[in-house]
């Protein structure tokens, strides 16, 4: 699972090629190669900018389960104690290619993120639990001025799942990739030419709060964009901004049926919505009451939690997901049969997440990691492979 994400990502094993009848006959069919222990990460500039570029690779090794960081080797180094209040983390940075330039470095089988950062190197602390993100919602943290982003990835013994994510921000542009075993390269996460620019200036152009979730230094360069769900943390956006959305929906399953698929690979897997009592009960096909929904704020929707809160399992957690999702892209008036991926049905109501609307809309091949679940109907942007010859992430230019 990616760290700091609600996203369940399954591992599948790549099948073994078929030999030939007679090469068959004489010797046994290869296994599916090994991953190795570690990877190359080739690291792209293409940004333009002049300034230097810090790269920092944090997480959880796999095999042991230590949280720590790895240098440009790909070698591990666990994090010391931490103390309350926080103490400095070691220097874990690496540094990046300058403009126009490429540097690859190693990554080991982690759980984590590679963040980068420009002109700045990032402040990381430690306190006895372990590592302290960077939190630029809060307006005290070190790293509130600072230019910077993150990919997050998963390499383990089925493979690599690398994404471009905006779950928490969007802000510095970058695209991730892998080179398959056969050569092949897949990569997502760019934007449209004219993308970065677009983007703020439509969420500037929305009307209810949704421009002040833009962040600037003080001398006005243009950092980020909160996520919809900080907005509500910081008072950016009002507590109220998914109601009248939220009242819609209640009201209409109050007299008819949602039925959640949640299974693409099984059909006749289906639970059954209805509101009684202000409360949302699914039902399987017996008619047994399986799990419940309380009316969701607008938090529980842009973060996919609290009254949508998604445990790892095979009921609640997939009609969650489900639920989510339609409420972020606003596909629950329009068809009872959700997950909806019908990409035309998305954002189309005046009360959606406008945050992840805007973003998908600037995308290249319309891929966002724009709230946690956006991989319902594979909208993700995300690459995977089985058996990764090499991973690719690249700064792209701010226009």
């Known amino acids: 699972m990616l760290a700091g994400l609600k996203h369940r990502l399954l591992a599948t094993a790549a099948a073994a090629a078929l030999l030939g009848a007679l090469l068959a006959f004489a010797t046994p069919a290869p296994a ?3 991953v190795p222990a570690t990877i190359p990460l080739k690291i792209t500039n293409n940004s333009g900018r002049g300034e230097p570029v810090y790269v920092y690779n944090l997480g959880t090794l796999l095999a042991t389960g230590q949280q720590g960081w790895s240098d440009a080797n790909g070698t591990f180094h666990p994090w010391p104690a931490g103390g309350n ?3 400095p983390a070691p220097d874990a940075s690496i540094p990046g290619p300058a403009a126009g330039q490429s540097k690859t470095i190693r990554i080991p089988k982690f759980s984590g993120r590679v963040y980068f950062s420009y002109g700045q190197k990032l402040v990381f602390r430690l306190t006895t639990g372990g590592l302290v993100q960077p939190a630029v919602q809060n307006p005290s943290d070190p790293n509130r001025t600072i230019f910077f982003n993150w990919s997050e990835y998963t390499l383990n013994d089925s493979g690599l799942w690398l994404n471009s994510t905006q779950v928490d921000m969007f802000s510095a542009p970058y ?9 092949s390269v897949s990569s997502t996460g760019h934007l449209k030419p004219g993308g970065y620019n677009g983007f703020f200036n439509a969420l500037r152009g929305q009307p209810g709060g949704w421009a002040n979730l833009i962040q600037t230094r003080s001398d006005g360069t243009v950092l980020r964009a ?13 507590a109220s901004v998914m109601d009248d959305y939220v009242n819609r929906v209640w009201q209409k399953y109050t007299t008819t049926t949602l039925t959640v698929t949640p299974f693409a690979d099984q059909p006749g897997t289906k639970y059954y919505g209805r509101v009684s009592g202000g409360v949302m009960n699914f039902t399987n096909s017996a008619g047994a009451v399986v799990t419940s929904f309380q009316k969701p704020d607008a938090d529980s929707i842009f973060g996919c939690h609290k009254r949508l809160d998604a445990p790892n399992d095979a009921v609640r957690g997939p009609i969650s997901r489900t639920l989510c999702a339609g409420f972020n892209r606003s596909t629950l008036l329009v068809n009872p049969n959700q997950p909806d991926t019908t990409t035309a049905n998305f954002y189309r109501d005046a009360v959606t997440n406008h945050y992840a609307r805007k973003i998908h809309a600037q995308m290249a091949d319309g891929k966002a990691y724009a709230f946690a679940f956006d991989d319902v109907g594979h909208q993700e942007s995300l690459v995977h492979d089985g ?13």
């Open 387 to 399: 058996s990764p010859r090499q991973a690719y992430l690249t700064l792209d230019p701010l226009n």
């Open 32 to 34: 599916p190669a090994a």
């Open 226 to 238: 909160l996520s919809p769900g900080y907005g509500l943390e910081t008072g950016a956006l009002p």
């Open 175 to 183: 695209a991730v990739g892998v080179q398959r075993s056969d050569g």
């Open 85 to 87: 209040p926080p103490t």
